[in-house]
C-alpha cells in the first residue's frame, strides 16, 4: 500500500511542480501583453469616437 501511495505522491508533486515553468510564464507574459495592447486600442477607439461625435455636433451647430 506504501508503494502505490509513494508513486501517486511523486507523480502528484511532478505534475505540480511543471505548472510553473519558464515557457508558460512567457506565455502568460505574452498575453497580458496582448490584452493590455488590446485595452489601448479599445481607449483609443473610443477617445477617437467621441471626438468625432463632437466634431458633428460643432459642425451641426453652425
Request: hydrophobic letters at 35%; aromatic letters at 4%.
Amino acid at each position: 500500500m506504501r508503494k502505490p501511495l509513494f508513486f501517486l505522491l511523486a507523480a502528484g508533486l511532478l505534475t505540480f511542480a511543471s505548472c510553473d515553468s519558464p515557457q508558460e510564464n512567457r506565455q502568460e507574459e505574452t498575453e497580458d501583453r496582448a490584452e493590455e495592447t488590446a485595452d489601448e486600442l479599445e481607449d483609443a477607439a473610443e477617445e477617437t469616437a467621441d471626438e468625432t461625435e463632437d466634431a458633428v455636433e460643432d459642425v451641426e451647430r453652425h
